[in-house]
Nanobody, 122 residues
Framework: VQLVESGGGLVQAGGSLRLSCAASGRTFGSYAMGWFRQIPGKEREFVAS????????YYVDSVKGRFTISRDNAKNTVYLQMNSLKPEDTAVYYCASKASGSYYDPMHFGSWGQGTQVTVSS
């Protein structure tokens, strides 16, 4: 599956952004999906993931209550709604399809998008 993220940008603290990840391929609905983020010099960090039918979602503690992951399998798209953004949310955000195993470990995600920059100003 090929993935393309969009929706990043510059926003003030407290604002909102909605990231989208469009997938190609007929098997999108078979994959659990995840969002990760990375800042220069640091490891890629888990943000959120969702099972293949969207029944279960998982979040890193720092975004719980502010971010929501969702998916529309008919549109081959996964979303990350980000509210109450903070400067520490600034990063490049990546979506990925889960290959096997953990819903949190990037090593268990096989296909990755190119990333979209999110910058939150204070």
């Amino acid at each position: 599956v090929q993935l393309v993220e969009s929706g990043g940008g510059l926003v003030q603290a407290g604002g909102s952004l909605r990231l989208s990840c469009a997938a190609s391929g007929r098997t999108f609905g078979s994959y659990a999906m995840g969002w990760f983020r990375q800042i220069p010099g640091k490891e890629r960090e888990f943000v959120a993931s969702i099972t293949w039918i969207g029944g279960n979602t998982y979040y890193v503690d720092s975004v719980k209550g502010r971010f929501t992951i969702s998916r529309d399998n008919a549109k081959n798209t996964v979303y990350l709604q980000m509210n109450s953004l903070k400067p520490e949310d600034t990063a490049v955000y990546y979506c990925a399809s889960k290959a096997s195993g953990s819903y949190y470990d990037p090593m268990h995600f096989g296909s990755w998008g190119q990333g979209t920059q999110v910058t939150v100003s204070s």
